[in-house]
């Protein structure tokens, strides 16, 4: 991704080139986004049919969680709006209001994505002015390792060099301690002005070389391992990521053209490998195509991103559980705020300092959104989640949740991934329900909200009506070449 941003944005002012190792490859999973990546991907110029086409992509309009409030309950974290606007309060406050009168039905009524996600439906919609309507924001699932593959050939259309092999050993600048090269395993000498270290949670120059630093959050988000495997397709092709609670974790289920990615995030003190494999075997909806691979990890963030000319992007920056699918979207800010700083010349601490900040404000408020799901769990009786729902969080989260609970109000900081909504449909999804809601909701006649309420789930629901099912869209829009499909 960030070869291909560079490609696309600094050549041919600048030499750009990739050195990667297929003796090592790529971790290969992360196959969920959110909608940012369509930014990514049109800011960059690539057409998304030919893009879901190569990745045996689909669309997602959400995530389901099941089991993460009570055992027995379920919500969707659904892109797109919440409602509707009705005046100066945001909608949840008249839901709210509606609640206690006995009107208003589960949140999902009032969404689009959730409604579109129950029918199994898809369309790009982009609604006439003065419509009610909200447009269709989506995001994609994709198979990761055909991604790289598709960026690859971009970034070398657009003139980046891309030189394979194993990087035994990094030089530095005798004077000021920059790294001045990097030397491959076949002797190849490759020297930089700057160096964007993507070489995974080995974090190759950032850690081994310039010993950046770790904040460990592994006392808040404490799955340490992942099992994935994939199995066959099964119908229909749903437009959601699935998130299931289990005894020490959770369980993924992507749906891709050519398969369905699975995986169980568990913690390894309470639960063995080989157990969290036999749950995650007995639970595909199609048949096994690997064995299950063991992926280790650590979570929380490297101190420093950007140290000395050396600026960590992805896995070597850092690590948040792919609970909200948001580990790639962290890739793209990355390279929108190198882009944004990128030095004229020498490299100054204040543009290092501004990429720091910025970089450690930003995984922290998605830290604290993905310790949410966690701690405002419903599971008792199971050891690990019990020991969640008790501990202490961090300051900031504790803050917004005694907010909403007490007055129905989110209020994200300034430059938060995660906005109202996002936090509204995991709060109310996990019985986080607000003691009291804004007085203006007040104002409006009871008859007027219950006609509002009944009209926006009717429109909501005749918009769904006119778009096509999932599968059958991806089908006809993107269809992944049969020859690929079985590679
Ligand atoms: C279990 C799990 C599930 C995930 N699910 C999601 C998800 O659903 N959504 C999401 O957004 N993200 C997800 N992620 C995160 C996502 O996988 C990564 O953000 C993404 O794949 C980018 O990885 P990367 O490029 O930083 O590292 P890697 O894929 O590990 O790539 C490292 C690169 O560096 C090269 N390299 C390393 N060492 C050397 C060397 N010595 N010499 C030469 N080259 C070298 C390798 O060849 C490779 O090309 C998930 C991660 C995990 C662990």
Same mark, same amino acid.
């Given at each position: ?265 568990? +913690? ?40 000395? +000319? ?178």
């Amino acid at each position: 991704m960030t070869a291909a941003a560079l490609g696309r944005f600094c050549v041919p002012k600048m030499d750009v080139v990739l050195v990667e190792s297929d003796e090592i490859g790529i971790v290969g999973v992360g196959e969920a986004t959110i909608p940012s990546i369509k930014m990514f991907n049109d800011s960059l110029g690539i057409d998304e049919a030919e893009f879901l086409a190569a990745t045996g992509g689909t669309y997602k309009l959400g995530i389901a969680f099941e089991g993460w409030g009570r055992p027995d309950q379920g919500y969707v974290h659904a892109f797109g709006l919440v409602g509707s606007a009705l005046g100066v309060v945001p909608f949840h406050h008249y839901w709210l209001r509606g609640l206690k009168l006995g009107i208003s039905k589960p949140l999902g009524h009032y969404v689009l994505h959730t409604l579109a996600i129950a029918a199994n439906r898809f369309d790009h919609l982009s609604p006439p002015a003065n419509s009610p309507l909200p447009p269709l924001p989506y995001a994609f699932h994709f198979d990761a390792s055909l991604y790289a593959k598709f960026l690859r050939g971009f970034a070398e259309k657009l003139g980046v060099v891309r030189q394979e092999g194993k990087i035994v050993a990094v030089e530095r600048d005798q004077h000021n301690g920059d790294v001045s090269a990097v030397v491959l395993a076949n002797g190849t000498r490759i020297s930089g002005d700057l160096f964007i270290d993507c070489s995974g949670f080995r974090g190759l120059l950032i850690e081994q070389e310039l010993e950046a630093g770790f904040e460990d959050w592994t006392h808040w988000l404490q799955c340490d391992r992942a099992i994935a495997v994939p199995c066959s397709r099964v119908e229909p092709l749903t437009p959601l990521t699935r998130s299931i609670a289990r005894k020490a974790g959770w369980q993924w289920r992507i749906p891709l053209q050519h398969r369905i990615g699975n995986g169980y995030v568990f +913690n390894s003190d309470h639960i063995s490998e080989d157990e969290a494999a036999s749950t995650l075997l007995a639970n595909l909806d199609g048949e096994a195509m690997a064995e299950p691979r063991t992926i280790r990890f650590k979570t929380g963030r490297r101190s420093k991103t950007w140290v000395r +000319n050396v600026v960590a992007i992805g896995l070597s920056s850092g690590f948040i559980e792919p609970l909200e699918s948001t580990s790639i979207h962290l890739i793209q800010t990355a390279i929108t705020r190198l882009i944004e700083l990128l030095p004229a010349g020498e490299i100054t601490d204040a543009t290092r300092d501004d990429y720091n900040a910025r970089a450690a404000f930003e995984m922290e408020r998605i830290r604290d959104f993905i310790i949410l799901h966690y701690h405002a769990n419903r599971r008792e009786g199971d050891a690990f989640w019990d020991g969640l729902r008790k501990m202490q969080v961090p300051e900031p989260l504790q803050h917004k949740i005694d907010l909403f609970r007490s007055t129905g109000r989110v209020v994200p900081s300034f430059d938060e991934l995660f906005d109202t909504r996002a936090w509204i449909h995991v709060m109310i999804g996990q019985d986080i329900i607000p003691e009291t809601y804004h007085p203006i909701a007040d104002q409006l006649p009871e008859r007027r909200l219950k006609e509002f309420l009944e009209g926006l789930e009717r429109a909501h629901l005749e918009q769904v009506r006119r778009m096509p099912d999932h599968g059958a869209f991806v089908a006809k829009f993107a269809p992944m070449k049969q020859e690929m499909a079985q590679a």
